[in-house]
C-alpha cells in the first residue's frame, strides 16, 4: 500500500477517535460545548458576535464581568476566521444550528488533519517507514485527542497545526521556494492571533536560526538561504502582528505578554535586526582575515541591539511576563482552572501514571540521543526540533495545555528512537514490526480511553441554566439589568451562552472585578454585607454549585467547606433545584428592575 493510502487511513483513524465523544456532547439535540471548561462557549459568542456585526468584531462584552464589562483581550483572529468560514457555509446568513455543528466539527477535522503536516515534517528527520510511523502515533497520542475532541471548540486545537506549519513552510522555503517563506509569516500572524502564547514560535524558530548559523560559521559558510527565509518571514508576520493589538488595551498596557501589546512586534523587531548583524558578521568572518576585531564589533553592535530593546517601552518586563504567563506562577484566582494545572497532577488523574512516566522516560532517553545525532550533523531541521522539544517539554511539566502542542515532538521522537535502535537489527535479534504494533496499541488504547475521560456531566447544569433562561426576565443587550454569580466562575461562559444572561465572574478575560466579587460573596461572614454585594453589583441570581474548582478550594479554604451552610441565602429566594441537589438557582428580588420586561 502506497504512503498516501497509508496517511489517509491514518487521517480517517485520527478523525474517528476525535469524534467518540460524539454522543456524550448531545443532549436533547443541543450540543454541549463544555468539554472541561466552559470557554468554547466564550468563543462561540464571539463567533455569533462577529457574524451580527460583520466585517467589524465587537472588542467590548457587556454580558461578561458583569456589571464592568470587559474588554476581549484574546487575539481576534481564531473566532473571526470560524465566523468568515460559517458565513460561507451559509451562504453570508449561518443559522445557529450551523454556527454550533461548524464550530463543534472543526477540532476533530483541524485535529486528525495535523496528522499530514506532522508527516511532511518527520521526512525531513525520519525514513518512510518511521515517518508514518511517527504519523501513527500522533493520531492515536491521547495528550493531543484529549484537546481536539467534538466540541472542544478552544484554540488549543489549533495550536500544533499552526506551529508545524510554521516550521513546514519555513523548511520549504529553505530547499523550494522563497514563496513559502511568506506563507510561514502568514501563520506566525494567524498564530499570534488566535493565541498570545504563540510568541513561544517566534521565540524557537528565531533561536533555532542562530544556532544554525553558528554552526555554519564552524563549518566556514555563509547561511545565504537561511538568512534570506528568516526575513521574509518575520518581515511578513510583522505588520498584521502590529495591527491586531485592542485599542482599550494599548492605552494600559504598552508592553505585555498577556495580550497582545507592543512586546510581539518588539520581539519580531528584534529578531530581524540579529538576523541582519548575524548574517553580515558572519560574511565577514568567513572572508576577511581579521576574525578578531569582526567577532569584537559584532558581539557590541548586539550588545547595543539588546541594551535599546531592553529598556525601549518595556520589553524587558514585557519578556519576564512572558516567562512567567508561560511557566511561572498562575495569576491569583486562576490557580486552580485546568489551563494552569501540573502535567503530571492533571493527566495523572486521566491517565494511568506508568503511561504517563513511561512517556517522560522514552522523550528523555530520546532527547539524549538526538541531541548527539544534532551535534554530528547539524541540519536546521533537526536543530529546530531538539529546541522546541526540549522548550514544550519545560512548559509541559509546568502546564498541562502545552501537552496537546508537546505531542507533535513526542510523536517524531519515538518514532526517532525505532529508527536508531533498528538501523541493524542483527545485533538485537528483535523484529521491528511486533514492538511498532505493540506500541500502536498501546496508544491506541488509552487514545479511545479519552472519550471516557470525557463524558459529560454537564448535562445538569445545562438543564439549570435553560430552567433559568425560561423563568427569569429578560435583559438588555447593550446594558443589562441585572446578573448572575455562578459560585464557580468556570461556568460563567455557559451562563451567558445558554441562558443568555450577563455573568458576574468567568475566567476569560484580565478585569478582575467579578473574581473578586466572587471571593468576597462567598467569604463574607456578614449577613448585610452579602446583601450589600449583592445590590452594588445588581445580582439577581445566584448559582450554588458543587465542581471540581470548589472541591479543590475546599482543601485549602474552610470557608468553602461551609458554601452548603452560609447564611447568605436567607433572604434570598429559593428559586431552582437540580434532580441531584447539587445545583441550586437563588433568586435576589431586589436587584431585579421592576421595569424589566418578562419573557
Request: aromatic share 18%; proline share 5%.
Amino acid at each position: 500500500m502506497s504512503s498516501k493510502k497509508i496517511l489517509l487511513l491514518v487521517f480517517l483513524s485520527a478523525l474517528f477517535l476525535r469524534v467518540s465523544n460524539f454522543f456524550n456532547q448531545i443532549y436533547s439535540r443541543q450540543i454541549l460545548f463544555f468539554t472541561g471548561d466552559s470557554d468554547a462557549y466564550c468563543h462561540l459568542l464571539r463567533v455569533q458576535s462577529a457574524i451580527q456585526n460583520f466585517p467589524k468584531l465587537p472588542l467590548f462584552e457587556p454580558f461578561l464581568n458583569f456589571p464592568h464589562g470587559t474588554h476581549h483581550f484574546w487575539p481576534p483572529v481564531f473566532d473571526y476566521l470560524t465566523a468568515v468560514l460559517c458565513m460561507i457555509l451559509g451562504l453570508g446568513f449561518p443559522s445557529v444550528k450551523l454556527i454550533e455543528w461548524t464550530c463543534a466539527l472543526l477540532p476533530p477535522i483541524i485535529g486528525a488533519a495535523t496528522v499530514f503536516p506532522v508527516y511532511y515534517f518527520s521526512k525531513n528527520i525520519l525514513s518512510e517507514k518511521n515517518t508514518i510511523l511517527a504519523s501513527v502515533i500522533f493520531a492515536l497520542m491521547p495528550f493531543h485527542i484529549l484537546y481536539t475532541t467534538f466540541a472542544r471548540f478552544d484554540h488549543h486545537f489549533a495550536e500544533p497545526l499552526f506551529f508545524i506549519l510554521i516550521i513546514l513552510f519555513f523548511i520549504f522555503a529553505m530547499k523550494k521556494s522563497l514563496f513559502y517563506a511568506f506563507l510561514s509569516g502568514i501563520i506566525i500572524f494567524v498564530s499570534v492571533g488566535t493565541w498570545v502564547g504563540s510568541t513561544i514560535f517566534i521565540l524557537i524558530l528565531g533561536i533555532s536560526v542562530f544556532v544554525k548559523m553558528f554552526f555554519d560559521i564552524l563549518a566556514r559558510k555563509t547561511s545565504d538561504r537561511l538568512f534570506q527565509t528568516a526575513i521574509i518571514t518575520y518581515a511578513t508576520a510583522l505588520p498584521g502582528v502590529m495591527l491586531l493589538r485592542n485599542p482599550y488595551w494599548k492605552k494600559i498596557y504598552t508592553v505585555s505578554f498577556d495580550t497582545i501589546s507592543l512586546f510581539q512586534p518588539y520581539m519580531i523587531w528584534f529578531f530581524l535586526l540579529l538576523f541582519l548583524i548575524f548574517y553580515f558578521f558572519q560574511c565577514l568572518f568567513i572572508f576577511s582575515k581579521n576574525r578578531k576585531s569582526i567577532i569584537i564589533s559584532g558581539s557590541v553592535a548586539i550588545f547595543l541591539i539588546f541594551y535599546s530593546l531592553l529598556f525601549s517601552g518595556g520589553f524587558l518586563g514585557g519578556l519576564f511576563a512572558g516567562i512567567n504567563f508561560l511557566g511561572g506562577r498562575p495569576p491569583r484566582f486562576f490557580s486552580e482552572f485546568g489551563e494552569f494545572e501540573s502535567f503530571l497532577t492533571s493527566t495523572s488523574g486521566m491517565l494511568d501514571i506508568t503511561f504517563i512516566v513511561v512517556i517522560l522516560l522514552i522523550v528523555l532517553y530520546g532527547v539524549v540521543i538526538f541531541l548527539k545525532d544534532t551535534i554530528r550533523e547539524p541540519e536546521f531541521e533537526k536543530i529546530f526540533f531538539l529546541i522546541s522539544t526540549v522548550v514544550f517539554g519545560i512548559l509541559t511539566l509546568k502546564r498541562a495545555r502545552f501537552s496537546g502542542l508537546f505531542s507533535v515532538n513526542i510523536s517524531i521522537l519515538i518514532a526517532y528512537i525505532f529508527e536508531h535502535l533498528f538501523k541493524n537489527e542483527k545485533p538485537l535479534r528483535i523484529s521491528k514490526v511486533p514492538i511498532s504494533v505493540f506500541a500502536i496499541l498501546i496508544f491506541a488504547f488509552y487514545g479511545y480511553g479519552i472519550h471516557k475521560i470525557t463524558k459529560n456531566d454537564f448535562k445538569e447544569y445545562y438543564r439549570s441554566f435553560l430552567w433559568l433562561k425560561e423563568n427569569s426576565l429578560s435583559v438588555s443587550q447593550d446594558n443589562p439589568e441585572y446578573g448572575v454569580l455562578p459560585s464557580a466562575s468556570e461556568y460563567g461562559n455557559a451562563v451567558v451562552y445558554v441562558a443568555e444572561r450577563p455573568t458576574v465572574a468567568t475566567n476569560m478575560h484580565l478585569e478582575p472585578q467579578g473574581l473578586i466579587t466572587l471571593e468576597k460573596f462567598f467569604l463574607e461572614t456578614d449577613v448585610k454585607k452579602v446583601q450589600k454585594i449583592l445590590s452594588e453589583n445588581k445580582i439577581g441570581y445566584v448559582i450554588l454549585s458543587r465542581t471540581p474548582y470548589i472541591e479543590q478550594k475546599a482543601k485549602k479554604d474552610s470557608m468553602y467547606n461551609k458554601l452548603w451552610q452560609l447564611d447568605h441565602f436567607v433572604r434570598l429566594k429559593k428559586s431552582y433545584f437540580s434532580p441531584s441537589g447539587d445545583i441550586r438557582i437563588f433568586k435576589n428580588e431586589e436587584s431585579i428592575p421592576k421595569n424589566v420586561q418578562e419573557n
